[in-house]
Every structure is written in structure tokens, then in C-alpha cells.
């Protein structure tokens, strides 16, 4: 449901991802314990650092960080790395082709790697002229990424 949502308004509603992430601790947590309490948290912080780092550089949202988090509740902390590098390889394949399809591929490497270079020299600060943020930026929705790196990660183990 979040993909077919993400897809159409490039938006995670916060009635979907909290209530996933709220029944992720609970069931971990009814069915297992305070081990399984731990082990959701464990998944939540993990996922705050890892979609939290493109989040705060604003080349994702709040809501992919929400569901991801939610993610890491059900999951726990080990699969979620699986889950990560997997959306991760999903979510650049998706890049390519949807930067293929509106003809800006040249343009999104050169301005990805002009911005890589930068934060290689000049650490965290923002870019003069590359807004991560911007609205008329080209952007995919991540949620299926998401869903196909976490759906990989249960047939894995």
C-alpha cells in the first residue's frame, strides 16, 4: 500500500508508516519479550542512522525514513542490513532507469558526482548551486525500493 501510495503522490502518509512502526515494537515485543523489545529498537535506531543520513541531506523524505524505521521494528537490527543494501542496489537500478527514461542521465551523474566531490572536500555544507531539497529536481519514489529490499531480506535467511 505505501508503494502504491509513493508511487502516485511521492508522499508516506503518517497514518500508514507510524501505526507500522507502533505495531512493529508491540508484536516484537508481546511475543517476545523484553528481548524482543530490545531487538525492535535496536532496528528502529539502526534504521534512524542509516535513511537518516539521506534524509537529513534531503535526498529522501520523512516519510521514507518513518516506514524504514517501521521496517526496523519488524525486522531487527541484522536483517535490516541485508534490507539496506538490497534497497539500496534496487533503489539505484530504479534511478538509472527512471533517469533513463527522461532522457537527464548525463546530467543526474555529472550533478551526483559534482555533489560527491564537494562533500568529499568540504564535509557536510550545503552545495551553492545543488538543492537536494528542491522540488524541481528529478526524484523516484523510494518506497518500492524499500519493499523489495526488505521483501529479499526474509527470503535470504
Do not use: E
Not at 65 to 73: M, S
Not at 85 to 114: E, H, I, N, Q, W
Not at 120 to 139: E, N, T, W
Amino acid at each position: 500500500m505505501a508503494s502504491a501510495i509513493d508511487v502516485r503522490t511521492r508522499r508516506v502518509p503518517n497514518w500508514l508508516a507510524v501505526p507500522f512502526l507502533i505495531a512493529g515494537l508491540g508484536v516484537q515485543t508481546i511475543g517476545l519479550g523484553w528481548a524482543g523489545a530490545r531487538q525492535s529498537v535496536s532496528g528502529i535506531a539502526l534504521a534512524l542512522v542509516l535513511f537518516g543520513i539521506p534524509c537529513f541531506l534531503k535526498g529522501m523524505g520523512m516519510g521514507d525514513l518513518k516506514l524504514a524505521a517501521g521496517v526496523g521494528a519488524w525486522i531487527g537490527p541484522s536483517q535490516l542490513v541485508l534490507a539496506f543494501v538490497v534497497t539500496g542496489m534496487v533503489g539505484g537500478v530504479m534511478a538509472v532507469c527512471y533517469a533513463l527514461r527522461r532522457g537527464c542521465l548525463g546530467k543526474s551523474l555529472d550533478l551526483t558526482s559534482d555533489l560527491l566531490w564537494h562533500f568529499a572536500k568540504s564535509g557536510m555544507r550545503p552545495h551553492d548551486r545543488i538543492r537536494l531539497g528542491d522540488r524541481q529536481a528529478v526524484s523516484i519514489p523510494y518506497v518500492p525500493a524499500i519493499a523489495i529490499g526488505t521483501l529479499f531480506s526474509f527470503f535470504a535467511q
